[in-house]
Every structure is written in C-alpha cells, then in structure tokens.
C-alpha cells in the first residue's frame, strides 16, 4: 500500500486546529445524469441499505438507477436556486458563520470548512485542503442531531477510509449527536415560537424526522430514541402537552416497515380526528432541503388539504439563524476543549471593552 503524503509539507509549517463541518449531500445539477451519480454513490453505501450487496447491486444497477433519476431531477428542478441546491448553499453559510464566530474569537490559527458525505464538496477533497494548511487536530462536525449508523457512523466511515490512505493523520474528534443539546432545543423553540408570534398557533405541531428501516432500530440503532426526545424536550420547553404535539417519520423507500408512525398517512388521518390545522417542523433536517421543501412543504400540505384540512404551515429549518449558530458554536467550543487558547491581544482586547461597557 502506498502512503499519501502532502506535497507541499514542511516541518517549519505552523499547526492548526481544523473544524469540519458536513452534511448528506446533493447533485452537482437537477439533471438525470448528475442524480444517478449521486444516487449511485449514496445507494452504493452500506451503512444506508443494509442489503447483501450482491442483491442490492442488481437492484440498484438495473431498476432504481434506471428510473428514479428521472423523477428525482424533476423533484430537484422544483427546489433549486441561483446560489444551486439549497441543503449547499444552507451548509456553505452556516461554515462561514461559524468560522467568522472561531478565528474573530481563537484567532486565524483554526481553519473551518464544509463538505458532504456524498457529491461535492467530497470530504476527501476537504479535508485534503485542510491537512495542506497544516491542520494537525481535526474535530467533525456531521449536522445531524440526532444519531444514526446511516449518516452519523457513515460520516466517520468516510473520514476514517481517507486517512487510512494517509501516511500522516491528525488527532481526531468525533461528534455523534446533540438531539438533547439546551442551545440547540432552544434554536429550534425559538424558531417555532417565532412562526407562532405572527402565524399563532395550530390544533397540533408535528416533528417530523426522517424514517429509517424498523429493523434498524430492533438491531440497537438510538435513532428512534433520540428523536422521540427531542420532541419531548421542545414540547417542554414550549409548554405544549401531550395532546398537541405529534412525533412521526418522513421519505420511507421501499416496501419493508419503516419507523411508525408514518408523517404522510398520519397528515392525512388527521382532519378525519378533528385536527383541521397543523404545522409541521423538521428538528432532524439542520438545513432545508429536497426533504423538508418539495415534500413536506408541497407533497404533504397537498395530502393535508386534499383530507379536509384546512391550514397547513410548515415551519422552515433553522438553517445559519443566529442562535442556530450560537448553538453550534458552543457545541464546537465544548469538544474543542484543551485544543484552543484565546491569543492575548484578544484576551486583552476583551477586558479592556468589558472595562469600557462598565464605565
């Protein structure tokens, strides 16, 4: 095996602490061609279809490439923008955001960026970037907040198989959830809060995550778990009871059990209850995307309405809000701990304005 090495490395290069922030991913372009390499990359990849691989590459390879491109990039064309894919340009403001907030408060010796687990930017190429500008400790941060073998352990996968190819690997830190965070369920409260102070409220909120197979969960993936409390914990901290919040999953594929219940059927049992206004939020989806846009802003409401509903709201994702950001920030401060030091103009700087403010 051949050892990578950095071309341009040199011994008197000054170290420095790398932040990596990452998301799933999306195509390079709503086009058939850009969707079946993305979907063959991200189909491809054992932690998400946990098939004996050669029944699944007969599967993928000669039906679900064959056909789901198509309508995938369809779907794409719907949501796409001047700045591309939204969940890119969602992640690309929420790196600089968190980097503006990192080097103004430890100085320009951390480097933060962004990369996706699958398409562009790739975490290869990233973090490749990263290790040329001489990081030598590298803390990775997937926004997903809630874990999952999926995405979570996938993330790692990638990270792991790239330095195995490295002759030399920085320190490394992991963070595999933040589903129970306080910044992070007050983000999320403060952002339903504030759809109330201009919409008021509906007969229920739903949270809506993104399913996975059942089996999953009966295997020990804390997946299920995880989000179930999350929703318990903004419900608390909003001071909804029981009766006015839902809990269901999302984007299902394929005929097995997913988790229960399922967000569509349950949107559209509900004017059949009673339940004639809803508003839904996403607190696994850290950026809007496909997911939350076309299915649960139009794919969804259209299900609700077509019921006998008669209000639909669906709640955007926090995206790079400021106190999504904050929440982020603090997360990354904890389990940056003993890597950092605030250089001493800083420092110095600080106690001469809290001096001043005093005055």
């Known amino acids: 095996m051949k050892y990578q090495g950095n071309p341009s490395f040199s011994h008197s290069q000054r170290d420095k602490v790398g932040v990596l922030v990452t998301n799933l991913g999306t195509p390079d ?40 491109p198509s309508r995938s990039a369809k779907a794409y064309s719907g949501v796409w923008t001047e700045r591309g894919s939204p969940l890119l340009f969602h992640t690309e403001d929420q790196a600089n955001a968190i980097r503006e907030k990192l080097v103004s408060e430890y100085g320009d010796h951390i480097v933060v960026e962004f990369a996706m687990r699958y398409g562009s930017p790739s975490i290869n190429s990233v973090v490749d970037k990263m290790q040329q500008q001489g990081v030598r400790k590298l803390l990775v941060l997937p926004l997903y907040p809630q874990y999952c073998a999926s995405t979570t352990a996938s993330t790692f996968d990638a990270v792991a198989q790239h330095f195995m190819k490295k002759r030399w690997m920085p320190e490394l830190r992991f963070i595999t959830h933040y589903h129970d965070n306080d ?20 007969n229920k909120l739903v949270f809506s995550y993104h399913g996975i197979p059942k089996r999953y969960l009966l295997k020990g993936d804390p997946y299920h778990c995880e989000c179930h409390k999350t929703s318990r914990l903004i419900a608390e ?123």
């Open 183 to 202: 910044g992070y369920i007050e983000a999320v409260s403060e952002k339903i809060r504030e759809h109330w102070k201009v919409n008021g409220k509906a």
């Open 237 to 359: 901290n909003l001071g909804l009871n029981k009766n006015e919040y839902f809990t269901s999953f999302q984007s299902r594929f394929g005929r097995e059990e997913w988790l229960t219940p399922y967000t569509d059927e349950s949107l559209k049992s509900f004017p059949a209850q009673g339940v004639k206004s809803v508003q839904v939020v996403c607190p696994g989806f850290s950026a809007d995307c496909l997911e939350t846009i076309e299915e649960i802003g139009e794919e969804n409401r259209d299900y609700f309405l077509e019921a006998g509903g008669e209000r639909y709201e669906y709640i955007d994702a926090l995206n790079a809000d400021a106190q999504h950001i904050e929440a982020l920030h603090h997360i990354l401060v904890d389990n940056l701990s003993g890597w950092l030091s605030v250089p001493e103009d800083t420092t110095q700087r600080s106690v001469l304005s809290k001096a001043m403010g005093a005055g």
């Open 29 to 68: 372009a709503p086009k058939k061609a850009e969707l079946r390499r993305y979907l063959k990359e991200f189909l491809s990849d054992p932690r998400v279809v946990e098939v004996p691989r050669l029944i699944w590459w007969m599967i993928l390879n000669f039906v679900i490439l064959n056909i789901r």
